[in-house]
Nanobody, 117 residues
Framework: QVQLVESGGGLVQPGGSLRLSCAAS????????MGWYRQAPGKERELVATITSGGTTNYADSVKGRFTISRNNINNSVYLQMNSLKPEDTALYYC???????????WGKGTLVTVSS
């Protein structure tokens, strides 16, 4: 089993920045993908960004140029640097982990990001 613990959420004004962190522990496989997803009230959970253990990244079009995902393979952590935040970025952000060729993910409990003036 894999456990994921997120941190870094909070209240920020439009145009501000936040950095989210996620630490993975447990039965970690070397080949894996970690990422961030978000869910706003009344909406479906959506992909924000992912990064493989090899460093390949993928971003939602809505966050390209503003968000940057990175990871540390030594401590099995993933980060999301969020800049130029907009009110529509307000959501519960979840950390996700899945092993190579395994579609079944592990999820963190989420960290709330609120962008408001």
């Amino acid at each position: 089993q894999v456990q994921l613990v997120e941190s870094g959420g909070g209240l920020v004004q439009p145009g501000g920045s936040l950095r989210l962190s996620c630490a993975a522990s447990g039965r970690i496989f070397s080949g894996n993908t970690m990422g961030w997803y978000r869910q706003a009230p009344g909406k479906e959970r959506e992909l924000v960004a992912t990064i493989t253990s090899g460093g390949t990244t993928n971003y939602a079009d809505s966050v390209k140029g503003r968000f940057t995902i990175s990871r540390n393979n030594i401590n099995n952590s993933v980060y999301l640097q969020m800049n130029s935040l907009k009110p529509e970025d307000t959501a519960l952000y979840y950390c996700r982990y899945n092993r190579l060729y395994d579609p079944v993910p592990y999820w963190g409990k989420g960290t709330l990001v609120t962008v408001s003036s």
